[in-house]
């Protein structure tokens, strides 16, 4: 039965004689490896996965009298899957530094949020819509620093560039020819508005371009407050379709505008106010 056993697994007899004597020692060291598995699993789990072989070795080195191999310390990773978790790069500024179609504005508005004049100065931004239609969507906004109005948007189930050019577009039409001599557009940093195509577009329109500082969403704090009441206030999550979502967008872009009255205006609604500074 051996011979044809060994026969069948392409094994030699004297190979497989071996194999039976180390099988204890080949016991012990599995349940070694599971012992270290669990130690390194604890220390694995307190730094929430975000941890390779290097800080492991270090931090064995302060635990146990005599430090693991840094060797074994990877054998043991890959054969019970202790794998780093690793921010991954972004996908846009990897492709801004190879291309170098991108370029950052100063921020020229540094929170001047008090503004008198309409059509003087305009913040943009982009948020997330997650909804039940089983596809992410976005809404880009420009709003009037001055009378809180939302002049343009756009709501769309991809983050591409078009998304921010359909925006410009909407501005262009509600300006109507009417740009302020000063007219000013501020944003984030972001992928789109550093775009080469996207700064020379708002100069097309007469607009200068400003960005807040990186990582700062104060700087933005207009369009990043009608966000929060927007997502306070509409019900987007529930959308089953982008054509229901757009409609919820709608509906309350008109009430926000035309409707809702806010303290700040002397209790009007932005429309109202924005008709108020212009005839002062």
């Known amino acids: 039965m051996v011979g044809t056993l060994c026969r ?4 030699s007899r004297s190979g497989y004689y071996a194999w039976l004597e180390k099988t204890e020692q080949h016991a012990i060291r599995e349940e070694q490896d599971f012992q270290d598995y669990l130690l390194l699993k604890s220390i694995y789990d307190a730094h ?19 430090p693991m191999n840094h060797k074994k310390i990877l054998r043991l990773m ?20 190879a291309t170098q179609e991108h370029s950052v504005c100063p921020n020229l508005l540094n929170r001047q949020f008090k503004q008198g004049e309409p059509g003087k100065v305009f913040v943009t931004d982009i948020t997330y819509l997650p909804n039940r239609s089983g596809q992410m969507a976005y809404l880009s906004a420009v709003k009037d620093v001055a009378t809180r109005e939302i002049v343009a948007y756009e709501v769309t189930t991809t983050l591409t560039i078009e998304i921010v050019y359909r925006t410009l577009r909407k ?33 097309e329109m007469k607009l200068t371009q400003s960005m807040s500082r990186r990582g700062n969403c104060l700087d933005n704090a ?12 509409v019900d987007f999550k529930q959308a089953t379709s982008l054509e229901e979502l757009k409609e919820l967008v709608d509906e309350y872009m008109e009430y926000y505008n035309g409707t809702r009255e806010q303290w700040n ?13 212009i005839a002062a």
Do not use: C, W
């Open 265 to 277: 205006l002397k209790k009007m609604t932005p429309a109202q106010y924005r008709s108020h500074l």
């Open 222 to 233: 207009p369009i990043e407050s009608f966000f929060g009441h927007f997502k306070d206030d």
């Open 48 to 66: 929430r996965g975000k941890i390779g072989y290097r800080t492991f070795y270090m931090v064995l080195a302060e635990l146990l009298e005599t």
């Open 8 to 11: 069948t697994a392409r094994v």
């Open 171 to 203: 501005l262009k039409e509600a300006l109507d020819g009417n740009v302020h001599p000063e007219a000013m557009i501020h944003s984030d940093q972001g992928f789109h508005y550093t775009h080469l195509e996207y700064q020379q577009r708002v100069k």
């Open 78 to 97: 890959r054969k019970f899957n202790l794998f780093a978790k690793i921010r991954r790069a972004n996908p846009y500024k990897q492709i801004a530094k």
